[in-house]
């Protein structure tokens, strides 16, 4: 059984960083994509980056030149490094990955549990 663990949220106040990592544990072959996506007061989940297995990444237009995103295949992990973070920086963050082979078989998706941003003075 595949699960995404994630660690890192917290507070910080405006300006300040933070380091949101997720492991995909399970008999992982491989994964296509892995990212991190936000979710305001139950709205829709929304894309903040994703980095697919050969390195390309694609960011959210508000965090682009602050967020970076980065991973290891060989551990199954990814990090989303987050500076410069801003009061509407704020919500539960989910770690996704998409295109999972592993030794039972494939599935297209799967979601870590979120863990909070809080970005305020």
């Known amino acids: 059984q595949v699960q995404l663990v994630e660690s890192g949220g917290g507070s910080v106040q405006p300006g300040g960083s933070l380091r949101l990592s997720c492991a995909a544990t399970?008999?992982?072959?491989?994964?296509?994509?892995m990212g991190w996506y936000r979710q305001i007061s139950g709205n829709k989940r929304l894309l903040v980056a994703t980095i697919t297995s050969g390195g390309i990444t694609n960011y959210e237009d508000s965090v682009k030149g602050r967020f970076s995103i980065s991973r290891d295949n060989t551990k199954n992990t990814v990090v989303l490094q987050m500076n410069s973070l801003k009061p509407e920086d704020t919500a539960v963050y989910f770690c996704h990955a998409e295109g999972v082979t592993y030794s039972a078989g494939y599935f297209p998706y799967y979601w870590g549990q979120g863990t909070p941003v809080t970005v305020s003075s």
């Open positions: 399970g008999s992982i072959l491989s994964i296509s994509s």
